[in-house]
Each structure stands twice: as structure tokens, then as C-alpha cells.
């Protein structure tokens, strides 16, 4: 079945530094990639999304390209702010049987130091 | 943005016991999902729900649980009887259309069973 593989549990870093945070995944079928954020207390919410291989994808100042050579979708952003401190979900759409769904990552949680 | 609304945020229930988990999906959505994360683990798919009917579920939707949708309200999911396992954070969803499209999160409900 599909997967996705986020190697990172924690990353810590200070503000201004840049930011990447790895996601690979596994699929046998159509490959539509999410990145979710989640704050704290919060709903987890779309950041960004690509179907398109090899192409760069921008929202809110973070960036991820679909490369499926690699089977993967690393966000990464060129300066971390106070504020990116959250919990960061890749996930990988898919259509079963009947409808779709999302297979998610197990997270990076994301701290910003000053 | 739309918002998914999730009622309660956190419920404490005795094994055995009957719960109803509700979700307040956006308003013109069509399209449900209920996702469970265990703590510490990533969030799996359960269910997902359409036109009043499951289109699909997983393997961890098992016979004691059931969702519905009576008459535009409240999309529910009921576990009767709950186990010790079904301790976990339960995330609602809804999406306008059946595709790649973005799912929207409610900030889940924090479900525990003495």
C-alpha cells in the first residue's frame, strides 16, 4: 500500500536559518502530494500541494518540488520565522476503491528558537 | 478561511461505553473523512462518506463503529462499544469535490477510554 516517510520527528532551529524538512513516499498509482500544518490547538491545514513532477510549488514563503525520480516532496523554506513553530504533515492522496483519501506522515515538529 | 468545527474537543468515557463524535463539516462540502491518530503515531485514514452512504473504509473502521449524516447535520461518527484501543485524537474532514482536492481539518476530538 502507499506510504510516506517523514525521517525527522523534531527540528530545532534558530530564527533566520533556513528550513527544510524531508518527505518521501511510496505509491503504486497516481501521485498527488500534500503538505499539512498543524498549530497548536489548532486544525492541521493546507500549505501547500503538487501533482506536477519537477516543478515548484510556493505558498505563505515555503517551497516544495515534486520529484518523482526520487519519490520525493521536501519542504524547505529560505528563512525560518518565530512563527513557522508548528507540526508539519506530508501526505500522499489516493483513490481506493470507492473515493479518496490521504496517507499521511508521522510529522516533523518544527521549533523555531530566537 | 472554511472552517470544520468538532464537537467535543475532548471526551472521557469508561470501556463499554457508547460515544458519538460530532463534526460540523463546511457548508457546501459533499464529501466526508474521519482520520484517527494514535498518540504518537501519524493519522490513518478510517472512512470516508458521500450522498449518505460509505464509499470506503479501512481496515481500522471496524464493526463497532458507524458514521452518518441525518439530514445535513451533524457528520458522526459512533463507537459503541468503545475498547481501550479507541483511545486516540479523531480528525474530521470535508472536501467540495471527489478528487485531489484539498481536505479541510477540524481541530480534531481527543477521545480516551478507561
Known amino acids: 500500500g502507499d506510504s510516506v516517510t517523514q525521517t525527522e520527528g523534531l527540528v530545532t532551529l534558530t530564527e533566520g536559518l533556513p528550513v527544510m524538512l524531508n518527505c518521501t513516499y511510496q505509491?503504486?498509482?497516481?501521485?498527488?502530494l500534500f503538505w499539512y500544518v498543524q498549530h497548536l490547538n489548532e486544525a492541521p491545514k493546507l500549505l501547500l500541494k503538487?501533482?506536477?513532477?519537477?516543478k515548484r510549488t510556493e505558498h505563505q514563503g515555503f517551497h516544495a518540488t515534486l520529484h518523482k525520480s526520487s519519490s520525493s516532496f521536501h519542504l524547505q523554506k529560505s528563512s525560518a520565522q518565530l512563527s513557522d513553530s508548528a507540526l508539519y504533515y506530508c501526505?500522499?492522496?489516493?483513490?481506493?476503491?470507492?473515493?479518496?483519501?490521504?496517507?499521511f506522515g508521522t510529522g516533523t515538529s518544527l521549533l523555531v528558537d530566537p | 478561511g472554511p472552517k470544520v468545527l468538532q464537537i467535543p474537543s475532548h471526551q472521557i468515557i469508561d470501556m463499554g461505553q457508547m460515544v458519538t463524535l460530532n463534526c460540523d463539516p463546511v457548508?457546501?462540502?459533499?464529501?466526508f473523512y474521519w482520520y484517527k491518530q494514535i498518540l504518537g503515531q501519524q493519522m490513518e485514514f478510517l472512512v470516508n462518506?458521500?450522498?449518505?452512504?460509505?464509499?470506503?473504509k479501512s481496515k481500522l473502521f471496524k464493526d463497532q463503529f458507524s458514521v452518518e449524516r441525518p439530514d445535513g447535520s451533524y457528520f458522526t461518527l459512533k463507537i459503541q462499544p468503545t475498547a481501550l484501543e479507541d483511545s486516540a485524537v479523531y480528525f474530521c474532514?470535508?472536501?467540495?469535490?471527489?478528487?485531489?482536492?484539498?481536505?479541510?481539518f477540524g481541530p480534531g476530538t481527543r477521545l480516551t477510554v478507561l
Open positions: 501526505a500522499l492522496s489516493d483513490r481506493g476503491n470507492m473515493g479518496y483519501k490521504l496517507t
Open positions: 503538487s501533482s506536477t513532477d519537477n
Open positions: 457548508s457546501n462540502h459533499l464529501y
Open positions: 462518506f458521500y450522498n449518505g452512504k460509505v464509499m470506503e
Open positions: 505509491t503504486a498509482y497516481s501521485t498527488f
Open positions: 474532514a470535508s472536501s467540495e469535490q471527489d478528487n485531489y482536492a484539498e481536505q479541510f
